[in-house]
């Protein structure tokens, strides 16, 4: 069992930069690996980063690709997913999710989430 908890969502302008922090409870974090996704108001809760138990690997969806980029630090059961050169578009709720090995870009493929964290970009 894994709880969840995402932070560090809020307004920002465009180009800005946030961080936002997933804290996991449950003695076996270090050995899920890590999904970020993404909802706006009125679309479907989409794909945007992951990363392997190890850290030694990770994905980006293309709209994302070398502005955002997602890292873990299994001794303080934390992810990370930080985001530059920010852009309205951008603007959604943001969730992290943990499944048992497997990198995947589908939602039903994890198993845990967390409540999700309010990302605003104002043009």
């Known amino acids: 069992q894994v709880q969840l908890v995402e932070s560090g969502g809020g307004l920002v302008q465009a180009g800005g930069s946030l961080r936002l922090s997933c804290a996991a409870s449950?003695?076996?974090?270090?050995?899920?690996?890590m999904g970020w996704f993404r909802q706006a108001p009125g679309k479907e809760r989409e794909f945007v980063a992951a990363?392997?138990?190890?850290?030694?690997?990770?994905y980006y969806a293309n709209s994302v690709k070398g502005r955002f980029t997602t890292s873990r630090d299994n001794a303080k059961n934390t992810v990370y997913l930080q985001m530059n050169s920010l852009k309205p578009d951008d603007t959604a709720v943001y969730y992290c999710a943990a499944r048992p090995r497997g990198l995947s870009i589908k939602t039903l493929k994890y198993d845990y989430w967390g409540q999700g964290t309010q990302v605003t970009v104002s043009s």
């Open positions: 449950g003695r076996s974090f270090s050995t899920y690996d």
């Open positions: 990363i392997t138990w190890s850290a030694g690997s990770t």
